[in-house]
């Protein structure tokens, strides 16, 4: 069915009220209604469709559907085959149109739109081929792996050649790695008990059941409040004991000098990691903090908005990072990421990817299995982000057992969603949003 052709692509707004109960506040991010544009790529096969999304934080959702409407003549009419047979050339021609990569050219919301129309196009791919998106990587050739990246203008720190051996030299103990990923699955940590909205009586009691169910990694929102940050960082490491592992997210909210002040004040909660400690765009900026922490022991980590393949390039040239936080949505889908996936094998820096929102779990639980199965065979301070929200809605929902992500079997990218949640999330239409509603705001 590598012949199928599509015919349609349609794509819309979905948006969860999460803003209601604080569930994904941070210090930049106080009422997110976690989104997504959602794309069903029709064919020519009635049966066969490809499924996608893209992450958002509710208002900006309809500017990124226009953008994947604006991409859509570039893809009805070609057929998976055309598609997959030169993916590197498809993803150029969606990210180098000669008129629409001026608002780009790879970055905000035009690749946020290219990485829903490309997942999508991938979920097709992996049902044609009745394999979980990760297998389908996981068993693909190396060589034909590689060909479906584009190796532009981050040559000087990964080759092709470079793909190639690390690919090659990764196949020793693949198999058992395999197995090991169906037995005792991924590892992972959660963000859910500690939003910068939740109370401490919250705080406390999530982390708590979250304890009794086996989680021993936690990240905790800080940068808004420095006292607030204090409190909250000793009572969760109160609450999780020495031997856990502690991680800390500021979102963005400082300047350089002040994620160093600050985050040296939290020093003696040990933190793994500061997660985003200043404007995401900072490579020199990261590369100070991470040099001025270093003594702590403590470790920077960003990705979650970080553009595109050539910046988690200088990043890692500039020794601005020690976790590589890929992001299913943000780049440019999984022909994206499996460069930075390389480049970080590399540079030897751990992938530890974003998820949490709405899909980002089971879309990105195949990329970490590809990258511990058939690139750095290593979970060495490696971990995926893990949020308990909103997984009711797939159809293939992200599985967690003993705190590791159990491999997903189903064929696809795991990013179907379920009609009826759609149709009742759907934005301004659907039926939760007309009660939540003003009657001037339906109308926008």
Not at 59 to 85: F, H, P, Q, R, Y
Not at 422 to 427: A, D, G, L, M, R
Request: one cysteine or more; hydrophobic letters at 40%; charged letters at 20%.
């Amino acid at each position: 069915m590598l012949g199928c052709k599509i015919i349609n692509v349609t794509v819309r707004d979905v948006r969860f009220p999460t803003s209601l109960e604080q569930h994904g506040s941070d210090a930049m991010h106080t009422d997110p209604d976690y989104s997504a544009a959602y794309v069903i790529l029709e064919t020519t096969v009635a049966e066969l469709k490809g499924y996608g999304l893209t992450f958002t934080l509710g208002k900006g959702t309809e500017i990124v559907v226009c953008a994947v409407e604006a991409l859509s003549s570039l893809v009805v009419g070609k057929t998976l085959e055309e598609i997959v047979s030169d993916f590197r050339g498809f993803y150029r021609l969606l990210t180098s149109d000669g008129q629409m990569r001026w608002i780009g050219p790879e970055k905000g919301v035009i690749q946020l739109a290219t990485a829903a129309v490309l997942n999508a196009i991938w979920d097709l791919w992996a049902r044609v081929e009745s394999k979980p998106l990760w297998k389908l990587l996981v068993d693909m050739d190396p060589a034909k792996l590689i060909s479906c990246i584009d190796f532009r203008y981050i040559t000087d720190a990964l080759t092709e050649q470079d793909a190639l051996d690390i690919l090659v030299k990764a196949k020793e103990g693949k198999q058992r790695r395999e197995e090991q990923m169906l037995k005792e699955g991924y590892p992972a940590y959660t963000t859910s008990c500690a939003w910068l909205g939740y109370t401490d009586q919250q705080l406390t009691q999530l982390c708590t059941e979250a304890l009794a169910q086996g989680w021993m990694r936690f990240k905790v929102k800080v940068g808004a409040n420095l006292q607030d940050d204090i409190r909250r960082c000793r009572l969760i490491r109160k609450l999780i004991g020495p031997n856990n592992i502690l991680m800390i997210d500021a979102n963005q909210r400082w300047d350089v000098g002040e994620a160093v002040t600050w985050v040296t004040k939290l020093e003696e909660f040990h933190p793994l990691w500061i997660e985003e400690p200043t404007s995401p765009d900072d490579i020199l900026g990261h590369a100070f903090i991470s040099k001025a922490l270093a003594p702590f022991g403590i470790g920077v980590a960003t990705g979650e908005q970080c553009h595109n393949r050539v910046m988690f390039k200088q990043f890692l040239q500039a020794s601005a990072l020690q976790f590589v936080q890929i992001d299913s949505c943000r780049v440019g889908s999984v022909n994206e990421n499996l460069a930075i996936i390389l480049m970080a094998a590399k540079f030897n820096i751990p992938v530890c990817p974003h998820a949490g929102g709405v899909g980002l779990c089971e879309l990105v639980q195949h990329l970490i299995l590809f990258d511990y199965i058939s690139v750095s065979a290593s979970l060495h301070n490696r971990m995926c982000e893990y949020v308990d929200h909103l997984h009711e809605h797939f159809k293939s929902p992200a599985i967690i057992r003993n705190a590791c992500y159990i491999p997903p079997m189903d064929a696809g990218f795991s990013c179907e969603m379920l009609e009826e949640s759609v149709q009742k999330h759907q934005f301004p239409q659907g039926d939760v949003w007309k009660a939540i509603l003003k009657p001037n705001e339906k109308q926008k």
